[in-house]
């Protein structure tokens, strides 16, 4: 990633049917940093690939011009830049909440990750009351998301984080029943067994790996598994083996693949959900705000050694 | 596994509700290999371990006693024995359809292995007209079936299996698009590409290890892998680690284990389907049959090296 300064005149041209701009927060997410891989297989989800001299995709907050009138706030995918011309298409859905909401929640909670969370338990997971649920990267953007929706549902909710300092905010803030620090465990399978010792319903994956081989082993029948991301493989040369896998035929497990981008049409159910427990208290939301399009390279590859605390956001332009 | 000579009384015990069988012909699957591990991790699927003393469990086809009549034909859970006592929930069905129809296919296509190919794409699979599939283990009990299913279907099919012989049956006899002996292929991704140069919609999984591997990596966005079985893993000390599993969340694929069991309620719909077929001949079955209880452990251990050609069943008693 490089910082490319240059001059542009903010108008629409002529003719377009786009919509300009101004990024006051931009979102720093993991699953960015699959866009800069060369396509492996047949083919990649989303169509996203990074390509040299494009610059990375995101989600924004903005002021804009011709279906909208000026000044409407909106979210929506665009790149890591000042300003930003994009079709309309691109626009996820217009801000209309913004009383005792911080803007930077529409990259976050009340956005993509937010979303994630939601979908990934309720519809991929199939999440019922009282389930036992385990999720990793519990901290992060999605993580924090996931125990809070899954304690609302009266579910019993482990996570596994890599501070001491993130798995105190698990259980203080976030309420989670337990929490555990993964670098201090140097076996997995038997503190996932101390936390579950009926073994998990639902696991919640971020991470792959070593974290999800020893998962396998303490899944219950027909457990499931929503799978939206694998933080830990994605700068590997060579990816982690998972050997536990015959573990899916003994126990009928489901691990299913996602992307917040198939639930959209979830996002007004989502969003009265998640405003109605903010507004009560009854979630709350980390985040971690770096200052300056300057320093979204070093936020970015921050996430890959844990470095942010809680939700990574970028603030571009003050509000 | 050893063979234990005994005398029995032929009686149900006074104010029993068992059902007294004689068996006829005995399955072989690789799933039994599984009843024979100690458990591991916090729960089995089927409660159905093999422990020290008892006998290993198995489809049957029999005559019986009190909610049937003497002289009836079912199917269902038995040990391995000449006659068996079980409860008449373990019986899956009486069997209606005899006239040519070998009796023994109701311990293959007529059976577990039939519902299980049929469950697994139409079901689990979520199988559609003119996708592509790929099924391993291809000229095996369930897998034989998958591609016949598949092309009633309309679909592009594409099997392995591990001899050449085996790969002929494939398409001369079963109606396969393609197929290709796994042992001669050096590299499976490029054996994979060259058939599915536009990737693979259904992997039926029967095996598990580098053969997963390699389909990860050619699965098509929301591809969908029903697991039935990963008979490459069961006589592993360590098994194969798996290291494409990413692809699993960039192409939101879905891979779900699953057990017959779970779909016998689908029976009476599937049996209309595949015997109007087989009467039309637009499906068969090849079947290897070995003969005497005392030949069944020699028969179960020669599906782990492929020995099998075709559904492994055992003869017990002249019909």
């Given at each position: 990633m490089e910082i490319v300064e240059g001059t542009i005149t903010l108008k629409v041209p002529e003719g377009s049917k786009e919509v300009l701009l101004k990024n006051l927060y931009l979102s720093c997410d993991p699953f960015m940093r699959n866009l800069m891989n060369k396509p492996q297989g047949t083919e990649t989800s989303?169509?996203?690939?990074?390509?040299?001299?494009?610059?990375?995709?995101?989600?924004?907050?903005?002021?804009?011009?011709?279906?909208?009138?000026?000044?409407?706030?909106?979210?929506?995918?665009t790149k890591w830049e000042e300003y930003s011309l994009v079709p309309s298409s691109q626009i996820i859905s217009k801000i209309q909440h913004t009383d005792g909401v911080p803007l930077s929640y529409y990259t976050g909670i009340l956005g993509m990750p937010g979303v994630t969370a939601y979908a990934g338990l309720f519809e991929v997971g199939s999440l019922q009351k009282g389930e036992r649920v385990f999720v990793s990267a519990a901290s992060g953007a999605v993580g924090q998301l996931v125990g809070q929706f899954a304690k609302l549902t009266d579910c019993y909710v482990v996570g596994s984080a890599g501070s001491k300092d993130k798995v105190d905010l698990l259980k203080n803030k976030f309420g989670f029943d337990e929490g555990f620090n993964y670098k201090e465990e140097p076996d997995l399978n038997a503190a996932l067994k101390r936390y579950f010792p009926e073994g998990i319903d639902v696991y919640f994956e971020n991470v792959g790996g070593k974290t999800l081989d020893?998962?396998?082993?303490?899944?219950?029948?027909?457990g499931r598994i929503p799978a939206c991301g694998m933080i830990s493989q994605y700068n590997l040369t060579q990816p982690e083996g998972v050997t536990n896998l015959a573990n899916i035929v003994y126990k009928k497990i489901r691990m299913q693949g996602f992307h917040f981008f198939d639930y959209v049409n979830l996002y007004p159910k989502f969003l009265e959900f998640v405003l109605s427990h903010l507004k009560e208290g009854k979630i709350v939301y980390v985040e971690d705000i770096a200052e300056g399009l300057e320093n979204g390279p070093a936020a970015l590859v921050g996430l890959f050694s844990g470095r942010n605390f809680g939700k990574q956001v970028l603030l571009v332009a003050p509000e």
């Open positions: 989303s169509g996203l690939n990074y390509t040299s001299g494009s610059v990375s995709r995101n989600e924004l907050l903005k002021f804009l011009i011709p279906d909208y009138k000026y000044g409407d706030l909106v979210w929506g995918l020893a998962v396998l082993l303490n899944m219950r029948v027909q």
